[in-house]
């Protein structure tokens, strides 16, 4: 039986010594506002995509034009933490290079849109002149680590913040290209191969993401991500994290093989220990990945595979100690606190509620400028949340009234004042410039949810922070499948609509309805809803009674995602 043939993704990191490709002579050709298509998928290791304008294509088509070929640039921000200075310096490349609005990540990054190619360079190198970076933004590698912005004991998050620097700066790729690509880096001649001492030469099978949570709070949902430490504090301290892995949330329409996974929890380590228990997991994964086919490729899938115990044998031998077990903790949710929080310290923390993550200016709310403005006067620092929303944070109680007075004049001080249903909402970019989209998500969730609030108010359900996600594609960007309620887009207009995820982001859903019409969506949720408001046990949660009551089965892990589906739920063909 032959081997079978390694993916083109693999050759195309083989050749292109260490990440370089022709990228460089790609960003000089200017006959044209594309790089080739091997170079397409090198600059992704560089934090760049390249994509085009959707819904221009049928114009210039006509006109028998070049697609409207730009850039997303997304900028790393190790447990979303910017300064002052580096938000006005973002804002200011959005309005100057970008497409004047600034998109937050749920991965706790700031994304660019709208950099066409002759100002691709320039644009990084002047996010890397105010200390920010975009290598390994995306590609096949360690991504931006996440880490709890804003934890119940204040004086946690000094420490998961460092850890999360401290495992992002050690599985940084060391590729010189980056700097000699977009920095004017020295090539440096030598004999000597260049080496990438943990990542190797073709780097990891696929994207590798990692997530630091502070219990109660899961709002960076470790259990979706490949590696994820759950902080254990003692005495007002983190003494150490107990490890998860082999979460993920993409699948392909049709193709069974492919599922959302929750993480499986496995031991825990000492404090002092979690860059080195992630680096040995990373490894694992690198030696044992899948590197034939990209769809199988994840981590989540090398855990099922071969097998939790295998693994957690695996990554002990790789660390020469064993994990210890499992200590005890406990996860609530998975949202953010909106508002004004005031930590033992002293010290003020405001979450802005931002829809879809989008901070830009519109006729009647000039959110962008009234950043701008808090940025020009913070003394504390800005955070982005994994649900997409922003904490100005750190405000001291001396600037507090004047912080206050600028959310008021633009508008944002009372952005949180609104259904508990449309706080607890992620949509992912998808059209028109995400090339995977299949549907709308961030352009059409809140018509959804505008239209599902007449039916909360009139069931009494206006404060029930019910999880909705909403995705153009089944490739999870917005984490729908552990969502209780979750649309993910199948076509245009039209939606595969999931339910019963967990509340904490614990348990993934199941396929309720497929291929539903946008239009349909409010009237297949509302009674649904109407009965939840009614029957619900005191505390239950809607991802509970939907399994309760019978709408959909439980998921019990990620190879169940596609069985015990109801038969109502497929339409007849």
């Given amino acids: 039986m032959s081997e079978k043939k390694l993916s083109a993704n693999e050759g195309i990191k083989t050749r292109s010594n260490y990440l370089r490709g022709t990228i460089a002579e790609g960003l000089a050709d200017l006959s044209t506002g594309s790089l080739s298509e091997d170079d397409q998928q090198l600059l992704k290791f560089h934090g760049s995509y390249q994509q085009d304008d959707r819904d221009l294509r049928p114009d210039r088509r006509k006109h028998r034009l070049e697609k409207a070929f730009s850039f997303m640039l997304r900028i790393r921000l190790p447990g979303g933490v910017a300064t002052p200075h580096q938000w006005l310096e973002t804002d200011r490349m959005a309005m100057q290079y970008a497409n004047e609005t600034i998109k937050l990540t749920t991965r706790q990054a700031f994304q660019l849109h709208g950099v066409i190619k002759s100002n691709l360079k320039r644009t990084i190198k002047e996010i890397n002149d105010c200390a920010m970076d975009t290598i390994a933004a995306c590609g096949d590698v360690n991504r931006n680590v996440m880490c709890n912005p804003n934890p119940f004991l204040s004086s946690v998050h000094a420490e998961v913040i460092q850890a999360a620097r401290d495992i992002s700066a050690h599985l940084t790729p060391q590729t010189r290209a980056y700097h000699e690509i977009w920095l004017d880096g020295e090539k440096v001649k030598t004999t000597e191969e260049e080496q990438e001492p943990i990542y190797g030469k073709t780097y990891l099978p696929r994207k590798f993401k990692i997530t630091i949570a502070v219990p109660p709070s899961n709002d960076v949902d470790i259990f979706a991500n490949d590696l994820s430490f759950i902080a254990i504090v003692e005495n007002g301290k983190v003494v150490g994290y107990?490890?998860?892995?082999?979460?993920?949330?993409?699948?392909?329409?049709?193709?069974?093989?492919?599922?959302?996974?929750?993480?499986?929890?496995?031991?825990?380590?000492?404090?002092?220990?979690?860059?080195?228990?992630?680096?040995?997991?990373?490894?694992?994964?690198?030696?044992?990945?899948?590197?034939?086919?990209?769809?199988?490729?994840?981590?989540?899938?090398?855990?099922?595979?071969?097998?939790?115990?295998?693994?957690?044998?695996?990554?002990?031998?790789?660390?020469?100690?064993?994990?210890?077990?499992?200590?005890?903790?406990?996860?609530?949710?998975?949202?953010?606190?909106?508002?004004?929080?005031?930590?033992?310290?002293?010290?003020?923390?405001?979450?802005?509620?931002?829809?879809?993550?989008?901070?830009?200016?519109?006729?009647?709310?000039?959110?962008?400028?009234?950043?701008?403005?808090?940025?020009?006067?913070?003394?504390?620092?800005?955070?982005?949340?994994?649900?997409?929303?922003?904490?100005?944070?750190?405000?001291?109680?001396?600037?507090?009234?004047?912080?206050?007075?600028?959310?008021?004049?633009?508008?944002?001080?009372?952005?949180?004042?609104?259904?508990?249903?449309?706080?607890?909402?992620?949509?992912?970019?998808?059209?028109?410039?995400?090339?995977?989209?299949?549907?709308?998500?961030?352009?059409?969730?809140?018509?959804?949810?505008?239209?599902?609030?007449?039916?909360?108010?009139?069931?009494?359900?206006?404060?029930?922070?019910?999880?909705?996600?909403?995705?153009?594609?089944?490739?999870?960007?917005?984490?729908?499948?552990?969502?209780?309620?979750?649309?993910?887009?199948?076509?245009?207009?039209?939606?595969?609509?999931?339910?019963?995820?967990?509340?904490?982001?614990?348990?993934?859903?199941?396929?309720?309805?497929?291929?539903?019409?946008?239009?349909?969506?409010?009237?297949?949720?509302?009674?649904?809803?109407?009965?939840?408001?009614?029957?619900?046990?005191?505390?239950?949660?809607?991802?509970?009674?939907?399994?309760?009551?019978?709408?959909?089965?439980?998921?019990?892990?990620?190879?169940?995602?596609?069985?015990?589906?109801?038969?109502?739920?497929?339409?007849?063909?």
């Fill in 242 to 573: 107990n490890v998860a892995i082999g979460g993920g949330m993409g699948m392909t329409h049709g193709n069974e093989a492919t599922y959302p996974r929750i993480a499986d929890v496995i031991g825990y380590c000492p404090a002092e220990k979690v860059v080195d228990v992630a680096e040995k997991v990373l490894l694992v994964q690198r030696d044992y990945g899948d590197r034939t086919d990209r769809k199988h490729s994840r981590l989540k899938y090398t855990v099922q595979d071969y097998g939790v115990d295998w693994f957690l044998k695996q990554v002990n031998t790789y660390l020469g100690y064993d994990l210890e077990p499992t200590r005890p903790y406990h996860f609530e949710d998975n949202g953010d606190r909106y508002g004004w929080v005031e930590d033992e310290a002293g010290n003020f923390h405001f979450t802005l509620f931002v829809s879809g993550g989008r901070v830009l200016d519109t006729p009647t709310y000039p959110m962008l400028t009234g950043l701008r403005e808090i940025a020009k006067i913070h003394d504390g620092d800005f955070r982005l949340t994994a649900n997409q929303n922003l904490m100005i944070a750190n405000v001291s109680a001396k600037k507090r009234a004047e912080v206050e007075a600028l959310l008021e004049k633009y508008g944002m001080h009372r952005a949180h004042e609104q259904s508990a249903m449309r706080l607890a909402t992620i949509a992912c970019v998808a059209l028109p410039t995400c090339g995977l989209a299949l549907a709308e998500a961030e352009r059409y969730l809140p018509e959804v949810i505008t239209n599902l609030e007449e039916k909360l108010e009139e069931y009494g359900l206006r404060h029930d922070a019910i999880t909705v996600r909403m995705t153009g594609c089944p490739n999870g960007c917005g984490r729908p499948f552990i969502s209780e309620i979750g649309f993910v887009g199948r076509g245009p207009d039209r939606y595969n609509v999931y339910l019963g995820g967990g509340h904490a982001g614990q348990r993934l859903s199941k396929l309720y309805r497929q291929d539903v019409a946008a239009g349909e969506i409010i009237d297949l949720l509302s009674p649904i809803l109407k009965r939840y408001a009614k029957e619900a046990d005191e505390g239950e949660h809607f991802g509970d009674f939907v399994i309760r009551t019978g709408y959909v089965n439980a998921t019990v892990q990620g190879d169940d995602f596609h069985k015990n589906i109801k038969p109502e739920a497929i339409p007849a063909s």
